[in-house]
Structures are given as C-alpha cells and as structure tokens.
C-alpha cells in the first residue's frame, strides 16, 4: 500500500499498475483534469505539480513533472495539484497575478506554470529574473512570449506569503509525519508487477539480491520514458528514494560524500561551494522539475553517452562507492563506463555513493556545455576541465567529455599534450589538435560531428582565456 | 406559466465594463490559472467510450506488402479495428485539393514516414496504443525525395509554379550597378501546440455524430466527417470551446482525428476519444513549409532596388494541402515593405515524401520577407552602408510612384516609414549602433549586433470566399446575453475582443455575455480561425447581429412609448427610452413580453478585396498590418552561443480593441518567429524519418531566452483607414515576423567580423553550428 497526502486528505492507494505516473492517475483516476500532459517527458512543463515533504515540524515544496513521477513514490508526502490552489473561492495570490497580467493566452501550459511558480513563491524570499528563469526554465509556453509571466511571477510576492497552506503547515507536517511512523511494508503491486519501496539502504540492497533483475528507479526522469514513450512495462522497481541516508550530501575533510539517491537541488549548494563553476551547468541541466527528483546517481548508473555529470566527476576524479549485499567497492567513475551504456557495475549491485574529492588550491575547474538552447536542453557536448598550474608550467590535467563518444571519457592525448608544458597560447593550440585524436563523435540531430569537435577544441581556448584573462566574461550565459 | 426571471432595476450609472479599448482580461483567464477550462481531452467522456489510436508508417515510401492486423484484433481491451476499406464514404480528405488519403491500406504506397495505416478503439488509450504496436507490416521500399534539392531535380511539384511579374528583369539587371546572386535555406517550424491533437466523437440519433474537436475549422471538420461516414452534413455538428493552441496546426491538419474517431464511433455506436501522444503529433502532421530562396537582385550605387528575380520553393510535403496559398502568400511577401521596380517572384511548390506541410501563424508570408531581408542585408555590406539605411532607402512611397507591389496593389496608406523613424528615435538606434561598434573593437570572444527590420504584412485571406464570417446572439429575459460566432478560440483572445463588441453595441458590462463554445450547429459554413482574421471577420458579423436585435428594441421602444427616433438610448447598463429609463434586463424582458425577437445572425463579408491569379493583379488584401523591430544580440565567436540583449518593438494596430490582448498577441508572436529563426530546428534523417519529434529534440523559446528589456508599443494615433471593426487591425500574425530582426541582427555581429565589409550566409534556424561556420566562413573570406 502506499499512503499519501492528497492536498489535505490522506489518500491509499493499492492494487494498481505500478507502472502508473501520477499525471495518469490524477486525470484517468481522479478525474482531476487541471494538470495537463504536453509531452509525458518532462519536457514541457504542463503537468507540473507540487509535493510538500516534512522536515519533521515544517513543510518544503517542490516543483515536479507528474507526467514521469511514479504514483508510486509518493508515499509520505503531501501532493498539491493546481485544483488545491484556490481558498474559498478566491484565486491564490500565484493565480490571481497570473490572471492580473494577461499570463494566460490559451491556458493550456498555465497551469504547470502556476504550480511552479507556487512552489518558487513557497521557497524565495525575493523575486529575481535568474531566479524566476531557473524556477520556469522546465515549463514551456508558446503563447505569451513569457514577459506577463515573469511579471506575475514578481507580483505574485506582493501579497502576504502565508496562504492557506501556510495556516495547516504544522497539522500536515504532523500527519505526514504518521504516515511515515505506520509504514508497514511499502509497497505497490498489482498486475503482476511490484514496486518496492525500501525505508532502508540494507533492504534495498537485499532486494536487489532476491531481484537481480529489478531495475532501480530514484527520480525516474528517464526511466519514466519506459512508460510514457516505448509503452514498455517493468515488472520489479526498487526506488531509492525513501531509503534513509541515501539520499545525504556530506561535508568531510577531504571530501565531498553524496548519496545516491540525492538529488540536484539538494547537492546543488555544497558542490557549488566548490566548484563555483557548477552552477550554470546544473541549472541548465534538465529544469527546475528535473533538478528537484534527478539524481546524480541516477544520471551515472544511467551511464547515458550524453549525461552532463559524469564528465564532470571524471575530471574532478570522483569516485563511486558500489554496494552489492554488505560489500562495498569503490572504483573510479572513469572506470564505471565500458561501452555505450555498459558499465562495470555487476548484476544486484548498486551505486550507493559518490566521492568528490574536494579542490586544492591550485585547481581550476571548468566546465563548459554546447545546445541549441540556453535551458532545458540536452548538450551536443560538455567538456569539463580540472587542471593545476604552476609557475606557468600544467602540473595536473583532467579532462574529459560527454556527448563525444559512446561513453563519457577522458581526452587523453589532448591531456598529454598539456601536462608538464608551458601553459601558453602554442601549447592550448597543439591540444586543440590532440583533441581530434580522442574523439571522433558522431552526427545527430543536436549537432554535426565537425561541429562537436570543432567546438570542443574551442573549449580549450576559452579555458585559456578565462584562466589568463581580466574580461569580464567570455560567456553569453554569464554576459549581464 | 412560466415565471419570468427577477432583474435589477435600473439606477446603477457605473461605467460599463469591458468596452472596446479597454485591457479587458482574457475572459478564460481564472479558468486557466485554476485548471477549470476544460480543453477537449479534459471532457468526461460518456460511459463505455473507447479510446482510438492510429498505427503509422515507418518508411518514406513503399508499397504495402502486408497489413496483418490479426494481433491488433486480439490485443488486450481492443474492440474494433479500422482500415481503410471499412470507411462508407470519402476516404480522401484533402482540403482543398485530393492527395490526403484518410490510411493506406495493404496493396498501396505509403508516401511519408508517420503515415496512418489503420486504426483501433480500445478500453483505454494506453490499450489502444499498445495494440497498434502488433501490427505486422511489410513494405517493397520505393526511393523517396526527402529535400527540396531533390524535389526540384525530379519536377515533382504538388501544384503548379506560379510567376508574378512587374517590368523586364533581365534588362535591369544588366543596367544595375551591382549585381548580387545567391540561395538560402530557410527552415520549417513545428507548431508545438501545447495541446496536442484531440477529438471525442459521440454518435447520435439518426445516424448523426457530435464531433468535439481540437480545430481552428470546425466547418470543415464537419464537412469531412459527413463526407467520411457517407452521411449529410446536417447530421454532423462540430463543437470546440477552446483550443490549447492552434498556430495553424489545427487549420487542416485537426481533420483526420476527427474523422478516424468519427468512423469507429460509428462503427461501435460508442463514444470514441483519441489523443495523439505528441511524438505522433509531431511525426504525423505538417509543419511551416521550410523553403529554398535563389534570387539575382540588381541595385543602384546607393543600394536601391532596381531588379529582382526571386525563385521561392516552398518544400510542401506529400499533398497540396494549402501549399498554394502558402506559397503564394510568400510570393506576396517577398517585396515585404520594399518597391520592387522591375521583379519576377517564382513559387514553386515541390512535393517530397514528407508529411504535407501546412498552415503556420504567417502562411508563408515570413518564408518571403525573410528571403527579401537577407537580399537588403546582403546589399548593406556592398555599398557600406548601415542596413537601416538601405531599408529606407527602398520604403515604398507615394514619391515617384513607388507605391504599388510588384502583383499590382497600391500602397495607400504608407505607415511603415514614419513608424520606422519612430522606433529608431525611441530605441535609441545609432547611439546604440555606435556602442556596439565600439564594444566589438574591443571584445576579443564576443560580438554584438544590432538589427531594426520592419513588416508589411497583407490582411485577407487569398482565397477570395473565406472572406465572410457567421454570428448568433441571443438576448434573454434575464438581459444575460450568448453571443456565437463561428471563430474559434486558440488562446489569442477572439472570444474576449468579440465580446468587447459586443458589450459595446449593448453598452452592457461585458460579463452579461457569455461566449458560446463555437459549433456548426449555431454558426454554419464558417472560415477556419486564420489569417489574422478571426476579430475582423467575426467581430463585424456579431456587431451586425446585435445590432439587429438593438434595432429591433430601439423599434419597439418608439412604438411603446410613443418616441421619436433619436430619443432610445442605450447606455450604462441602461436602456434610455425619452424619460423613462431601464436596466438592460429590465428592458429585454419588457421587449419579449411584447414579442420582439431578441435573437439574430450576423453576417459580414469582406470588401473591396480581388485577384486575379491568371494575371497575377489585384488587390488581394483589404489593408496591411505593420511594424518594425529592433534587436541587439550578442554571440559567442568560439561556440556560436548567443543571447537576445534588448528587443524594442512598435507595431500598428490600429485603434486597438484591447491593448494587452494585442501587446500579448505582438510579444507571444516575436518570441515565436525569434524560436523560428533561431533554436527550432526540424531534422529529417536520409530515411525521411523526422528526428526532432519531442520537445527533448524540437527547442522552442524558453522562459529564459525572453529578452531581458522587451519593449513593445503600440503605435499610437493609427486608426485603420478602411471601416475595419473599430478601425483596428489584425495581430495575430504580423509580429511573428518581427523575430527575423534577431537573425538579422545575428548575422550583423557575425559581420562585425570584417569589419562589415562582407555578408555572412546564414541559413535558418540560426543554431550555434550555424553562426559559428558563418563566423569561421567571414573569418576565412576576409
């Protein structure tokens, strides 16, 4: 049985598929018809609705695309849909400055729209422009143009921030907090199929055993695409998701320790205490929606040639602590990936860690990603570079790419050709040329092949510039 | 006896609300934000309805060896299957010309990847797409045409070419100063209709079918239904509150679903709903014909046009669809607000094995501004001159007579150069030009531009008989009013400035309306929604409606109280007859008792329009709409990266009937010909498959891509010279254009390169690859 919190009302679910998103329960189920399907693949936004999880006294909400969210994984949480918004009647203050600024035309996206930008009013203290876009940049409106919404999404803060939420904050934080203490076995089944929902790392880790072949689903944003788009079926899901202390994000002296099951939003801030550089790539990598039900775990178990984290931990020399039963391993996350998504990883073991080892002070880090949009889009490359000099001599290089192979992976001859050489415009210049000998990606309809390794030995250049340079910015992105 | 409703008495003098000119909110908006407008997948279907799904091709072009559906018969939850030889009546639905068979079936050739071979209702939609999946086909695969390129090579053309000539090229462009030739690929964009397509068809008595469906046409929807199940169009009525998007997606290409859910409903005498899953959607229907522009232009030392021969072929997919008029609408646009004196403009239309291209916000009229914007920017470069200068060095003008379009058409009013002046005063045009030069001296990576072009844009539709449009309104004893008109709402706003219309005639606040989700059965033998011309068409005739039954009250007023004419007015909410007043209510009840009917058709049909094709003369617009735009971007000369900086805009309305519906119609436009020009690119695999077919692929503006200062003005003091509804103007269209400054501005940064002395090709979309190769090409040329 799951159990959650439908607005208000505490809502039990069982014998249904599970394999069911929420996005076809609330409509097909619940005949609740306000949060709509545009792609069911979490790329457009409309289905947007919002979930509030207990910290034990207060609540904290989230934006997510119920269109790839399993019903199943809503077991202890509050599910707040745009029907929930109105009090008595009376627009919410997110609605009524979505209707005082003209941001509906056809209505259709609007709204995913108010439900994130309910769930960003629930989260800021104060609107900014970069804020409201990284809040929105997951739901797409073809009618507006979106200047009325990021003008409602200003006004929006006006009113009070208490709403009728607010008021029952401590009464559902409290029954949430029940529903976690009656946690029997969590669980859906039905039709044959079985979604686990294991409260700790050990049983997860023993349920992988008894099912070698279950697949494991932690934010299910590209999981979910088995259901929605190949119409697929998968008889046994473990999700990550409520096992406790999986999902952590740890500080330790040497390193930094992130759970599995941890998501963007939640690692976002300490990795960008680090890596500053981080932050533009993880708030253009997937949206908002995305960010807060991803996992880094998940975007390298996925082992996807065109995932944005894994260069990333190669380069940084991140490393993965693999569990199967009670045995750890750690390996190194350039050693995880074999062929195009094949890894090293064996049958009934899972990622349970990720290890970062934290900068020295002579390492800069860069990371740098291609696509034909600014957000929410898929890169036709990243290159993430990490390297040390000193006294004008590269004493440490790594650097590697996703989108230029059928595996994420380290340049190696381009390394070569810089480490232990003159940091100089000559050497940046014969790198660029390595490059070529590392890579030889292919054409698709993100971008060509000549184009992919042209702009990615132009990647180096830029990091040449940047790392000497006293402009102000040699990025559009970052151009204010 | 029936008791009459209680009414509010006269006496309240508040000002009425919702008039013309007021920013009155979209009347759906709080449905919107609350999630209660109900679109058509949103409607609880009737008990035991089934749920349709379509199997598709999977090749370009191949004769259908077999189409076993046995598998599909037996798949969990199906209960009927559809094929082609089961449909009573037409099983050709081409709107305007054959070529659009409703499936293919066994023994036949497939002519597009995403072709509907058959049909299935099941229990659920997911049982229906699962059961399509068991079909077993096989094809004899036959060569395909995928590109224009190899269209043209084969002469395979789904209409014939068309010329439009003024004066003899050859011999100016001999004389010209300058001669420049060259060719451009300008790409096609995918509607993305936040709503995919969607109908539930429920059949009725006698043999009839209501049809709910996703369209902008219900009448044709209607028509082709009746004409599929082989019965009269009177027992067929097509019912559409509301669409999630249109954008010229649900023009045509909303016609099939309804009509393969139509035949199962018949079939199973249930209530049929299909939705197409928008990988489908996107595989299956037409999109904005992409085009190849090849052009010699001749000019003067100065950069005036003296030549231009411009050959436009508009890649039209597999059938005609309305690719005719596509085609001629950028052949009517390839002047945009330039004289042309001597030009020879060729559309052809090529057919490749492509899903057949269709109507999209502009119909071909930015495929033909965008191929003459390129030829002015390229004649900037030669004479060294700023591009703003030598758009208005060629601004049509009454001086010299260089006021009539190379198809014969008399400029009469000329707005486009005094509105130019303007945006270049108040966006601050050359000090920011001069800024720019000075920050690309000095920026070693990134490069700005800067970009002012302007639009004329023809309002009409081409096809003369489109031209009219139908309403019904009601008055009733309560004084609430329905008010039908056969314009549909895609989120643009119709139904709010219709009303607007409405209330005024009335002089009654706006909420005593009610709009009417829009049916055949209330307005027949409508125009699609389209060209720009819903408020025009359908704002007139609901005007003419409630101006009958206004008539018939101020008649009846006269006679029931002895006035004289002159002394009934209607105003705040009140009915004014000499000393006596009324409340609207009060006064409608009054009328009825007395039986006067308080219902009454509209009807409008557009003047003064005419072409004559075989002469390619006329004047086939009632008036033009304007506008101009300026951009400033930004780009990244490494990668190709780049930013929209600043976008200031003014565009003619004319006396608008409601300012933010229009400034929300003008910004929602731009971003979207912005998305055109620059990350919305379709890709077809050498298989003819389309490869861009979610929004994973297909990159449409996101929130973040809106410029940072977006200004957009009316221009004001402009009311429209012709007896337009209000003296306003069409919107919908004419500022999608508008983005073409981005590109242009685009192409500028990427010329800041050398200097400016040389003109980047810069095919569209813009995507990064592309400016970065511009940037490399200039970078190698100078």
Redesign the interface.
């Known amino acids: 049985m799951i159990k959650f919190l439908l607005n208000q009302t505490e809502h039990s679910v069982s014998d249904i598929d599970p394999n069911i998103t929420l996005l ?1 329960y609330l409509r ?1 189920h619940l ?11 979490g ?2 936004g ?1 289905c947007t609705v919002v979930l509030g999880e207990s910290d034990g006294q207060t609540m904290r909400y989230k934006s997510i695309n119920s269109c790839i969210t399993l019903l199943a994984s809503l077991h202890g949480k509050q599910l707040i ?3 929930d ?2 009090n008595d009647e009376q ?1 919410h203050p ?3 400055a ?2 005082d600024c ?10 995913g729209f ?1 439900m994130s930008m309910f769930a960003y009013r629930k989260n800021t203290q104060t609107p900014t ?1 970069e804020g ?2 990284e809040a ?15 003008e409602a999404a200003v006004q929006m803060f006006e009113p009070d921030a208490k709403d009728q939420f607010t008021e029952t904050e401590s009464v559902t934080s409290k029954k949430l907090n029940q529903i976690k203490l009656s946690d029997s076995e969590v669980a859906l089944s039905a039709l044959g199929r079985t979604f686990y929902s294991p409260a700790t790392v050990t049983e997860l880790s023993s349920l992988l055993i008894n099912h070698p072949h279950a697949r494991l689903i932690a934010g299910g944003t590209d999981l979910s695409l088995e259901f929605t ?1 190949f ?1 697929r079926n998968i008889d046994v899901l473990i999700y990550t998701g409520r096992a406790e202390g999986l999902d952590t994000v740890i500080e330790t002296e040497s390193q930094i320790d992130i759970g599995s099951a941890a998501t963007y939003s939640k690692a976002k801030s300490l990795l960008v205490q680090y890596f500053p550089d981080l932050e533009e790539l993880i708030e253009r990598l997937g949206s908002r929606q995305i960010r807060n039900q991803g996992t880094i775990g998940g975007n390298v178990g996925n082992a996807s040639p065109i995932g944005d984290m894994p260069p990333v931990l190669i380069a940084l020399g991140a490393q993965l602590v693999l569990r199967k039963g009670d045995t750890t391993r750690t390996i190194n996350v350039a050693d995880y990936f074999l062929k195009y998504k094949v890894t090293s990883q064996q049958s009934s073991e899972f990622i349970e860690r990720i290890l970062i080892p934290k900068p020295k002070a002579q390492e800069n880090f860069r990371v ?1 990603k ?9 890169s ?1 490359t990243c290159g993430a570079f990490n390297i040390e000099i000193e006294n004008g001599l590269v004493k440490r290089v790594a650097i590697a790419y996703g989108g230029m192979a059928e595996i994420p992976k380290r340049a190696k001859h381009c390394e070569k050709a810089l480490l232990n050489k003159d940091w100089s415009e000559h050497n940046i210049q014969v790198a660029m040329a390595e490059l070529a000998k590392d890579f030889s990606p292919i054409s ?5 092949a000549e ?1 992919r390794l ?2 990615s030995q ?2 180096l ?2 990091l040449f ?1 940047e790392l000497n ?1 006293s ?1 102000d ?5 970052q ?1 204010a | 006896m029936r008791k009459l409703p209680n009414v509010a008495q006269a006496g309240d003098t508040s000002k009425v609300k919702g008039l013309p000119g007021q ?1 009155q ?2 009347e ?12 058509v ?2 409607q ?1 279907a009737p008990a035991n309805a089934l749920h349709a799904y379509v199997g598709l091709s999977t090749v370009a072009r191949g004769r259908v060896t077999l189409l076993d559906l046995a598998k599909v018969q037996t798949s969990e939850g199906v209960e009927a299957v559809l094929s082609l030889q089961d449909v009573p009546g037409h099983t050709d639905i081409g709107p305007v010309f054959p070529g659009d068979p409703l499936m293919v079936n066994q023994g036949q050739e497939v002519t597009f990847y995403g072709q509907v071979l058959f049909a299935v209702a099941a229990r ?3 049982l229906a ?2 059961a399509v ?1 068991q079909a077993v086909v096989e094809y004899e695969v036959l060569p395909a045409d995928v590109t224009i390129e190899q269209g043209l090579e084969n002469n395979s053309f789904v209409r014939p070419s068309h010329t439009q000539q003024r004066g003899d090229t050859s011999s100016a462009l001999k004389s010209a100063a300058h001669v420049l030739n060259g060719e451009m690929q300008i790409g096609g964009q995918e ?6 397509q969607a109908s539930l068809c429920i059949p009725t008595e006698d043999g009839g079918m209501l049809v709910h469906t996703s369209t902008q046409n219900p009448t044709e929807g209607q028509k082709l239904v009746a004409e599929v199940l082989n019965i009269p169009m009177n027992k067929v009525s097509v019912d559409i509150r ?6 010229g997606g649900k023009e045509t290409n909303a016609n099939q679903w309804a009509c393969i859910a139509a035949l199962l409903a018949q079939k199973t005498q249930r209530a049929v709903k299909i939705r197409l ?3 489908d959607d996107m595989l299956a229907t037409g999109k904005r014909h992409h085009f190849l522009s090849r052009y010699d232009v001749g000019f003067s030392a100065e950069g005036r046009l003296e030549a231009l021969n411009m050959e436009l072929s508009g890649g039209c997919g597999i059938s005609p669809d309305l690719s005719d008029a596509i085609v001629d609408r950028a052949m009517f646009h390839s002047d945009n607000a330039y004289f042309l004196p001597t030009a020879k403009i060729v559309g052809h239309r090529v057919k490749t094995n492509t899903v057949s291209n269709t109507a999209f916000r502009g119909f071909g009229g930015p495929q033909g501004m965008v191929a003459i914007e390129n030829i002015i920017d390229n004649i900037s470069r030669v004479v060294g001159k700023d591009p703003l200068d030598v758009r208005k060095l060629n601004f049509y003008t009454d001086e010299d007579n260089r006021n009539t379009t190379h198809y014969g058409q008399k400029i009469e009013q000329h707005i486009v150069p005094a509105l130019v002046e303007r945006l270049e005063r108040t966006s601050n045009y050359r000090a920011r030009r001069d800024a720019i030069t000075k920050f690309n001296k000095t ?4 490069k700005k531009g800067l970009a002012l072009t302007p639009i004329k844009f023809g309002i009409s539709f081409t096809v003369q008989h489109l031209n009219q449009a139908g309403a019904l309104i009601h008055v009733y004893t309560d004084g609430s009013i329905q008010l039908n008109h056969g314009g549909t709402e ?4 119709l139904f709010t400035k219709v009303a607007q219309v409405v209330a005024s005639e009335f002089q009654v606040d706006i909420d005593t309306i009610q709009c009417m989700p829009t049916r055949t059965d209330k307005v027949p033998n409508t125009s699609p929604t389209a060209a720009s011309s819903g408020t025009d068409l359908n704002g007139m005739a609901a005007r003419d409606a409630a101006q009958k039954i206004k008539t018939r009250m101020t008649e009846f007023a006269i006679k029931h109280f002895s006035l004289k004419e002159g002394e009934v007015r209607f105003a705040n909410n009140q009915v004014f007859a000499g000393e006596r007043s009324f409340s609207f209510a009060e006064f409608s009840q009054l009328a009825y008792t007395n039986r006067v009917s308080l219902s009454a058709t509209g009807y409008y049909a557009t003047p003064k329009i005419h072409y004559d094709r075989d002469k390619a003369q006329g004047r086939p617009f009632f008036y033009f709409a304007n506008g101009a735009a300026v951009s400033e971007v ?3 000369t ?6 929209v ?1 600043q976008v200031d805009i003014c565009q003619d309305v004319g006396q608008s009937i409601n300012p ?2 229009d ?2 119609q003008i ?6 010909g912005m998305g055109w020009m620059t ?1 919305e ?1 379709l ?1 077809w695999g050498e298989d003819g498959r389309l ?2 077919i ?4 297909y ?8 410029p ?1 200062t ?1 200004n957009v003005e009316l221009l004001p003091d402009s009311p429209n010279v012709e007896a337009t509804i209000f003296h306003s103007k069409a919107v919908g269209e004419p500022p999608l254009m508008l983005g073409i400054s981005v590109w242009s501005a685009l192409r500028d940064a990427v010329a800041s390169l050398a200097d400016y002395k040389l003109s980047p090709s810069l095919d569209t979309p813009a ?3 592309r400016i ?2 511009a940037c490399n090409d200039v970078r190698n040329r100078s």
Do not use: W
């Open positions: 076809d097909e005949h609740k018809k306000g949060s709509k399907e545009g792609c069911a693949s790329d457009c409309a849909t745009v029907e918004l109105k627009l997110v609605q009524q979505m209707v003209h941001g509906s035309q056809c209505g259709f996206c609007t709204p108010v422009r409201i876009n929105l940049g997951g739901n797409l409106c073809r009618c507006t143009g979106y200047r009325p919404i990021v788009q119409l740098y291609i696509s034909k949009r600014m957000e929410d889009d898929i036709a698709d309809f993100r971008s060509s184009y042209l702009v132009n990647f250049q830029r510039l340079s402009h910015t040699l990025r559009v992105s151009y | 920013s909110k979209h759906s908006a709080h449905k919107h934000v609350s999630g209660e407008a109900c679109y997948d949103d609880i659920t939609h997911e797409r699962k999946k509607q993305m209709y936040l709503e995919g509301r669409m999630g998007g249109g954008f899953a928008r990988a920026s070693p990576i990134l895609m989120g643009q706003g930004l780009i990244d490494l990668t190709g990266e780049n930013k900086l933010a519906i400034i929300g910004e929602g436009a731009f971003i979207q990350t690119e890709v490869q861009t979610n929004p994973a692929a990159k449409i503006p996101a929130i973040g891509d809106t940072p977006f995507t990064p690859e970065l190769a």
